[in-house]
């Protein structure tokens, strides 16, 4: 059975940071693309940052370039969002999301709130 499990969110002040990890257990992460997801209140979800199974850059949503970094380590199966200078617009449900042709897997989310 495939699981993803978000930790790491909460309540931040503007200004401050946050780590989000996604640990997988019945997949192996080094052979999946990775990406982070968010849906804000009202509002659809969106790609925030993204990394290739083949170890490429990761792609960045505009908003969050220079202050979030994503990064995964296929030993621990786990992958991080590093977030920093948050933002009150980036509060939201944070996703992790594991993608191959014909697999799609989701994690049950990890709310952040940026707020004083």
């Known amino acids: 059975q495939v699981q993803l499990v978000e930790s790491g969110g909460g309540l931040v002040q503007p200004g401050g940071s946050l780590r989000l990890s996604c640990v997988g257990s019945g997949v192996t992460f080094s052979n999946f693309a990775m990406r982070w997801y968010r849906q804000a209140p009202g509002k659809g979800r969106e790609l925030v940052a993204g990394?290739?199974?083949?170890?490429?850059?990761?792609i960045y949503l505009d908003s969050v370039k220079g202050r979030f970094t994503m990064s995964r380590d296929n030993a621990k199966n786990t992958v991080y969002l590093q977030m920093n200078s948050l933002q009150a617009e980036d509060t939201a449900v944070y996703y992790c999301n594991a993608r191959l042709p014909g697999y799609d897997y989701w994690g049950q989310g990890t709310q952040v709130t940026v707020s004083s």
């Open positions: 990394l290739t199974s083949g170890g490429g850059a990761p």
